[in-house]
Nanobody
Framework: QVQFVESGGGLVQPGGSLRLSCAAS????????MSWYRQAPGKERELVAT??????????NYAESVKGRFTISRDNAKSTVYLQMNSLKPEDTVVYYC??????????WGQGTQVTVSS
């Protein structure tokens, strides 16, 4: 069974940092691109960052709203993808999810991890 388990969220002051982790299972992790998404209540899910699979060089792409502040990375040995978030802003306050775009037609979404940026 494909599964994604996010962790690492919490409360942080504006300008602070957090590192999110996502443990994936049920598929050969290294073969698939991985992405981080976020979703505010009542809004559509937003793509935040993507990292390609090993065969594609592990290249990264970011939403304009997070470019230069967030960094996505992966540890294929641990089947884990990370999101390092720096210079956090109040508008980054949402629930963050990880997912493999390959499974987009399926519903394997995890519970996500809440990030709250507030003083």
């Amino acid at each position: 069974q494909v599964q994604f388990v996010e962790s690492g969220g919490g409360l942080v002051q504006p300008g602070g940092s957090l590192r999110l982790s996502c443990a994936a299972s049920g598929f050969t992790f290294s073969r698939y691109a991985m992405s981080w998404y976020r979703q505010a209540p009542g809004k559509e899910r937003e793509l935040v960052a993507t990292i390609t699979n090993v065969g594609s060089g592990g290249t990264t792409n970011y939403a304009e709203s997070v470019k230069g502040r967030f960094t996505i990375s992966r540890d294929n040995a641990k089947s884990t993808v990370y999101l390092q978030m720096n210079s956090l802003k109040p508008e980054d306050t949402v629930v963050y999810y990880c997912y493999a775009p390959y499974w987009s037609t399926y519903d394997y979404w995890g519970q996500g991890t809440q990030v709250t940026v507030s003083s």
